[in-house]
């Protein structure tokens, strides 16, 4: 089944309803040890699809010094851009990843996903749409910058999109869904063969974990890239 999730429409109207935060996933707590092994404070930080998570507040509070934050609904914008007014750390603006010409090429140094690509795998055409967010997210990143992707997505699928485009060098790490639970060390890449099946052997079956893809750009793969 297919959702209006590409659609501004859909998400304004759901905002309209939902005044209160929400963090997809994970809070930023939880994810805090390992975004600190590859963001330092001065970094130029994108949070795509941001929502009316505390996330970015929350990296402000840690000492993070410019974190902009982009989402597609105009009602959600417009909301925090009044909440945050008094945050010079924090922009928000109205924009769709899959097309983010405001932004120039090469001028972030890191890009954070929480559950936006999932949400435009679940919409229509959903393929060209991930294509076409991936492709935006690799051409705002400097050299050598991250794109942290946290998602539901077995490696099976998201990482065969992530390699398919050939744009990054990728490391996968987990954590699980469950708050009070720490069986796994986030800190720690899980091994990756080619075809991503060998996070099996050390998850199991159907762990409840959420997957964290940390992928860095690596412009020797893609020639043709200015």
């Not at 924090?90 to 405001?102: G, P």
């Not at 009070?180 to 091994?191: A, G, R, V, Y």
Request: glycine share 6%.
């Amino acid at each position: 089944m297919t959702h209006a999730y590409g659609e501004a429409s859909y998400w304004d109207e759901r905002y309209r309803k939902e005044s209160g935060p929400f963090d997809w996933y994970q809070k930023y707590e939880a994810l805090a040890p390992l975004l600190r092994l590859h963001l330092r404070p001065a970094h130029r930080i994108l949070l795509a699809g941001c929502g009316n998570s505390v996330f970015g507040e929350r990296m402000v509070d840690d000492g993070y010094q410019e974190v902009i934050n982009v989402d597609i609904s105009s009602v959600l914008i417009e909301s925090m851009q009044k909440k945050y007014k008094d945050i010079p750390q924090l922009k928000y603006m109205k924009m769709d990843v899959r097309d983010m010409k405001q932004f120039e090429n090469r001028s972030f140094d890191a890009v954070i996903d929480k559950g936006t690509l999932d949400s435009i795998m679940c919409g229509h055409d959903s393929q060209e749409n991930a294509k076409k967010m991936l492709e935006e997210v690799f051409r705002v990143l400097k050299e050598k910058g991250v794109y942290i992707m946290i998602t539901y997505g077995d490696p099976s699928y998201r990482l065969r999109l992530l390699r398919d485009i050939k744009l990054w060098n990728i490391k996968m790490h987990v954590i699980d869904r469950l708050e009070e639970k720490s069986m796994w060390d986030i800190t720690k890449p899980l091994p990756l063969n080619e075809s991503g099946s060998s996070f099996s052997a050390y998850l199991g079956l159907k762990p409840d974990v959420h997957y964290i893809y940390i992928c860095t750009k690596d412009g020797s793969l893609r020639e043709d890239e200015s």
